[in-house]
């Protein structure tokens, strides 16, 4: 029952960021999570994080952690 504009407005002021940063935090964490403790190919651990396209995962990736994912990956490996 909330206006789009509404909610965005209210979340900003609850959380200090919009939903979609916020939103986007959420993914990336977890897409680091599961490379940690998982052998699974990043485009499957993109899918399972809500992106539908590998390309802007990756680049959502590089921009909030400056790695890609695979760069990411090979820093877990010793």
């Not at 809500?50 to 820093?75: A, D, H, V, W």
């Amino acid at each position: 029952g909330l206006s789009t504009n509404y909610f965005s407005t209210a979340f900003l002021k609850m959380l200090g960021e919009r939903p979609q940063v916020y939103l986007n935090k959420l993914r990336i964490s977890k897409a680091k999570q599961l490379m940690e403790n998982s052998e699974e190919p990043i485009s499957i651990i993109a899918q399972k994080c809500g992106f539908n396209n590998i390309s802007s995962f990756s680049t959502l990736f590089k921009r909030t952690t400056k790695q890609t994912p695979t760069e990411y990956r090979n820093t877990l490996k010793y």
